[in-house]
């Protein structure tokens, strides 16, 4: 029997890359399985979120149950956003099935000693898991952006630490495939696009406490934030939806 050792570096990667299995095994970013045997993620290219491969954690009524899907993200340092809301956000797609007694769980982990501890930093089950309107199926596949929803973890308790591993782990219950795509580590939300880069339109402009903004089509919008003019944030609104149209109505600070 041949092992290895792994050595880490003392701190991690900068926390600025994504995740969107296109190009998987090349660059800083590369997930890697947790175990050497049992049930793995795989990669599925005839789907993801807006593109056309993702990561599957394959489960249907032959999976044993309590199969446990385990992939670690690389190190990274979050001491480089200290104070900046560092987060782990991700894509993910799943539709409960009625055969199944409950659905899969869906478990985010946090390690700062190499990957030796671990704590759980998120959990979800059922509704907390499965897209918006999803109803119950068999061999569920996502075929549309709508069918993706965004999970969004928090690891300001870690920004001070130089050397932060994440893992993402999927329970089976016999119920049906997880799929995952566009991981996302830093400041910023998974996929997350600037609107200078989009069609939008915004009424009524000059506004007194209340604006509207119109998409060139339906999109995931997660946020809006009303800058003064010396770049200051002064308001924010979660939006965290899939939707075509966001009003912004806030009259203390639209002046």
């Given amino acids: 029997i041949i092992k ?10 900068n926390p600025t890359y994504l995740e ?14 947790l175990f050497n045997s049992g049930v793995q993620w795989t990669l599925n290219s005839t789907t993801g979120f807006n593109s056309s491969n993702c990561y599957q954690a394959k489960i ?6 309590s199969s446990t899907f385990s992939i670690k993200l690389p190190p990274v340092n979050l001491s480089t956003l200290k104070g900046n809301g ?20 869906l478990r985010v982990f946090v390690s700062t000693d190499c990957g030796q501890n671990y704590t759980q930093v998120l959990q979800r089950i059922g509704a907390g898991l499965f897209y918006s309107g999803a109803p119950s199926t068999s061999n569920f596949s996502p075929t549309s952006a709508s069918q993706w929803r965004l999970f969004n973890v928090s690891l300001s308790a870690y920004d001070d630490q130089e050397s932060v591993i994440v893992r993402l782990d999927v329970e089976s219950n016999g ?28 009424f009524p402009n000059p ?10 089509k ?31 109505d806030n009259s203390k600070n639209l002046k």
Avoid: H, M, W
């Avoid at 299995?21 to 890697?32: A, R």
């Fill in 207 to 216: 506004a007194t406490n209340q604006v509207t903004f119109e998409l060139d």
């Fill in 86 to 105: 560092p987060k782990v956000t991700f894509y993910g797609a799943y539709a409960p099935n009625a055969k199944a007694s409950s659905s899969e769980i």
């Fill in 60 to 65: 249907d009524a032959n999976t044993p149950v």
């Fill in 20 to 33: 969107g299995f296109e190009n998987t095994g090349s660059g800083n970013f590369d997930v890697e399985p």
């Fill in 218 to 248: 339906v999109r995931e919008v997660n946020y809006i934030t009303v800058n003064d003019l010396s770049g200051r944030e002064v308001a924010k609104k979660v939006i965290n939806k899939v939707c075509k149209i966001a009003t912004f």
């Fill in 175 to 202: 119920g049906n495939s997880f799929f995952l795509d566009d991981i996302n580590i830093g400041q910023f939300v998974s996929n997350l696009q600037d609107v200078a880069n989009i069609g939008y339109k915004l």
């Fill in 4 to 13: 290895y050792i792994k050595v880490l570096p003392a701190k991690g990667i």
